[in-house]
């Protein structure tokens, strides 16, 4: 292997001409640039140089190794700034993973802040499902994810998850059906059809349920948030929704009230130990910021 020294002494003697110029300019002694030089010839097993009097010249070879040193040195440089603005967080690009209502609420006011205190990074948004996220975690297609989960739900193997914000539960039933005021006690709607969401909120559902003692009849299933609502607010059943989903997007014909003690964690997920690259931290302390400060 090339020693990048011995590359820059004889890209340095074919701009400078003379060992005693190249020692001028890479702040190096005479004695120096003809080691790495002798070296650099036994290294490439090369005739490189050629002496011409009391001179040196280069090589058809030598001319050749050099004006490749010169665009291996150009990228060395370039990699080295580039490494080191995104270091000081001058520039950089940012891959985050976030689940919808995440994306609708949370993501655009911590890049706005994002913008604000690092101009020179970019945020590249993804909308994925936790256990989706994880996994482009683990692949190394997203940096950085919000998350969420429900009590008792374990993280994946690897995946370091830092809770920013306690997303409150609220009943969500049609805006005909007057659930009183204050706090919900879910057995009250133990004979009422009911919609669910995805997987990890059906389970949660099932468990806020049978803690209230009965087990919800489950007419209607749905992913989408705004689907959800749009069931409850024809009547045909009534949900469990998080905060964030409701701030997303509220169905002007539903009424929601407060589930008691009910709440998903909603979390900053990264993959592997830290340290992490200073950009994606930066996003790290955005999102945190964010997050603390928003109510369900």
Partial sequence: MIDVRRLEALVALRRTGTVSAAAAQLHYGQPTISHHLRRLEVETGSVLLQ???????????????????EEILALLARAEAELTASTSLQ????????????AATLVPAAVALLVERHPGLGLDLIEAEPPEAAAMLRAGTADIALTFAYPGQAE??????????EDALYLVAPGSLDPGAGPVDLARFADTRWVTGCERCRSELLALCSKAGFEPRIA????????VQSLVASGLGVTVLPGLALRAHRNPDVVRLPVPGAARRIQVTTYGAPPHPASVDAVAAVLTEVAGASES
């Fill in 51 to 69: 002496r011409v009097g009391r001179g040196l010249r280069l090589t058809p070879d030598g001319e050749r190794l050099a004006r490749r040193g």
């Fill in 91 to 102: 520039a950089g690009q940012v891959r985050l993973a976030a689940f919808p209502s995440a």
């Fill in 156 to 165: 994946p193997d690897g995946v370091t998850a830092v809770t920013v914000h």
């Fill in 220 to 227: 209607y299933a749905s992913d989408d948030y705004v689907a």
